[in-house]
C-alpha cells in the first residue's frame, strides 16, 4: 500500500471533528512528501533536531506538532515554528516555552500530557497534578502571555487488551470534560488528543478529537 492510499483510507473513516497528526518521525522527507502532495498539512515528530531538519527543507504551510518528551533547553529550536506540543508535563518546561515563544513574537498552544497507562515508564501528570498546574497557569497569566494551554493528551497502555485502552481514553475523556465544565475555570480545552495506530478507533470511540498516526500511514519503523 502507497502512503497516499493509507492516508486516504485513514482519513475515509474518520469523523469530521477529528484532526489526523501524520507521525513522521524516523521517516526521511521524501515519505513526508508523499503524504503532503495526497493533502496532508500536520505532521508529528518526536525529536526536536529532526523536526527542525525537516521543517527547514519543507513546504511552509505546515503546521509541526512536538508530540515527543521535550528538554528545556531545546525549546528555543522549535519556538519559531511549532504549531503544538503535546507533551507539556512540568512548569519548568511551560515557563520556557512561554520565554522563547515571546522570544520570538509568538503565542505557543500547548497539550498537557496525562499519565493515563499503567506502566510507570511513560510520562505525564497525575489528575492532583494537573490541577496544581492549571491553577499555576491561571495565577500567571500575566507572566504567560506566550503560550496557551489548549487541552489534553494521553497515551493509553501498550496492551492487546481493549477493554482496558478504553478504560484509560474513557477516564481521560471524563478529566477533560469535568475540567470544561468547572464555572469558575476560564482555561477552554478545546482539543483531546489520543490515539495512535494501535488504537486511534477505541479512542475516537471514547471522545478523541486529535489522533497521531505513524506506522498505518508511513508503514513500520
Ligand atoms: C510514535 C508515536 C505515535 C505514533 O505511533 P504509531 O503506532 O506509529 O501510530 C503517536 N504518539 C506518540 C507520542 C508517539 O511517540
Partial sequence: ???????????STLPKNVTLVAVSKTKPVSDLMQAYEAGQRIFGENKIQE????WEQMPKDIQWHMIG???TNKVKFMAPFVSLIHGVDSLKLLQEINKQAQKNNRVIDCLLQM?????????????????????????????????????????ATFTDNQEQI?????????????????????????????????????????????IRVGSSIFGGR
Fill in 69 to 71: 518528551h521535550v528538554q
Fill in 1 to 11: 500500500m502507497s502512503i497516499q492510499s493509507n492516508l486516504e483510507n485513514i482519513k
Fill in 166 to 210: 478504553k478504560k484509560e481514553f474513557t477516564h481521560l475523556k471524563t478529566i477533560f470534560d469535568m475540567l470544561n465544565q468547572l464555572p469558575t475555570s476560564n482555561i477552554q480545552l478545546l482539543t483531546l488528543s489520543m490515539g495512535m495506530s494501535g488504537d486511534y478507533k477505541v479512542a475516537i470511540d471514547c471522545g478523541s478529537n486529535m
Fill in 115 to 155: 499519565h493515563i497507562a499503567e506502566e510507570e515508564t511513560k510520562f505525564g501528570l497525575d489528575e492532583k497534578e494537573l490541577n496544581d498546574f492549571l491553577d499555576f497557569v491561571q495565577n500567571n497569566k500575566e507572566e504567560l502571555q506566550n503560550i496557551r494551554v489548549v487541552g489534553l493528551m494521553g497515551m
Fill in 51 to 54: 523536526m527542525t531538519e525537516k
